[in-house]
């Protein structure tokens, strides 16, 4: 057997786990966040257990990962789940997931599996869908860790909901403030001892320092500065963004890659100004080496550019504002996004 491959016995273990989370139907009394943490007791990577149901259209368990797991939940709650950015947020998650769904969304992987463990579900939502998520790449099976990682927390989550069940105010009675807003998030820490492991708690802020997105500082200081002496100022508006193409690199069989596309668009005729598809998943420098390559060529710099997402107006930021270009953040970049789609619909 691949080594990255769980076993019968572990995927066994993480379907009887799913199995009595969904019997248990926590999202009658828990919401998105109500999420805790859990450290696991093998990597020692943290993760934010959030369980869905409350809204009544997804139901399961969501474990985030990574080190801006926290800062992504606290993002998400502050902004009451709005966000302006979806498809970058999809494409961008770092997770495990069970989520209970029909028949007709499992493929035949997932059906065999089913089989091959002798169980038996009918009836819509009712089927454990298990999918593993990781930034720029497609979602896939779970490996063996994430197979382990995720019965762990399931586990444990239906021991936290029956806490939650019992005192829903778990999460508020480390505050740290008069005023009661669960400014603390229940860490599950795991203790080995003699007779296996014992889980203690911990608390986590739920405001943890840092931003989900950094300004870029492009590090070739000296082209800037040649470049900004050699333009002039014409009277144009440049559009700008990056975001993910509808496309998928890989070969078949194998977890497929979304490539970047990197766009850059004159508001002011329409005309696209340069589009390059990079595979790296931070293409901040290749964003920002398409402008001076524009500016390089043309000899010209804009009137002012407009940023068509939070994410591009920080890579771009720093650079602008050392050329002499203001630049300013705006989502309805109409000659971007006609560009856009009409770029995105031809793959």
């Given amino acids: 057997m691949d080594k990255t491959e769980a076993s019968i016995q572990e995927w066994r273990r993480l379907f009887e786990a799913a199995i009595k989370f969904k019997q248990q139907g926590c999202w ?58 979806t498809k970058e947020s999809m494409f961008t998650t770092d997770a495990i997931s069970v989520n209970f769904e029909d028949r007709d ?18 009836g819509s939502g009712e089927w454990p869908l298990f999918r593993s998520y990781k930034p720029g790449l497609q979602p896939w099976y779970l490996d063996k860790q994430e197979v382990r990682f995720l019965t762990v927390a399931l586990e444990q989550a239906f021991v936290v909901a029956e806490r939650f069940r019992e005192n829903h105010e778990l999460n508020f009675e480390r505050d740290k403030t008069e005023y009661g807003f669960g400014e603390k998030r229940l860490h599950l820490v795991p ?23 950094e300004p870029y500082l492009y590090p070739d200081e000296i082209r800037l500065r040649q470049l900004k002496k050699t333009v002039r100022t014409s009277k144009e508006i440049w ?10 690199i890989g070969q078949r069989g194998e977890r497929g890659q979304y490539p970047r596309l990197c766009l850059w668009v004159n508001g002011t005729s329409g005309i696209i ?28 710099k804009p009137s002012r550019i407009h940023a068509a997402s939070d994410k591009a107006f920080l890579a771009l930021k720093d650079t602008a504002e050392k050329l002499g270009i203001p630049i300013v953040y705006n989502p309805m970049s109409l000659a971007l996004l006609h560009a856009q789609e009409a770029i995105q619909s031809s793959f």
Wanted: hydrophobic share 40%; with cysteine.
């Fill in 28 to 85: 009658d009394w828990m919401t998105n966040e109500d999420y805790f943490a859990i450290t696991d007791p093998e990597t020692g990577e943290i993760g934010y257990c959030v369980p869905l149901g409350a809204g009544g259209i997804d139901y399961g368990l969501n474990v985030y990962r990574g080190p801006q797991a926290g800062a992504f939940l606290r993002d998400i709650v502050q902004s009451y789940g709005v966000d302006e950015d």
């Fill in 105 to 122: 969304r499992l493929d035949k992987n997932d059906l065999g599996l089913i089989r091959e463990l002798g169980y038996k579900f009918r």
């Fill in 191 to 213: 203790q080995a001892t003699k007779n296996g492991i014992v889980w203690q708690d911990h608390w986590l802020p739920w405001h943890p320092k840092g931003e989900l997105i």
């Fill in 239 to 248: 559009e700008a963004d990056f975001m993910f193409a509808n496309a998928i």
């Fill in 273 to 300: 100004l340069g589009v390059e598809i990079v595979e790296e998943l931070d293409c901040r420098q290749q964003f920002v080496d398409q402008l001076l390559h524009l500016l390089e060529s043309t000899k010209l």
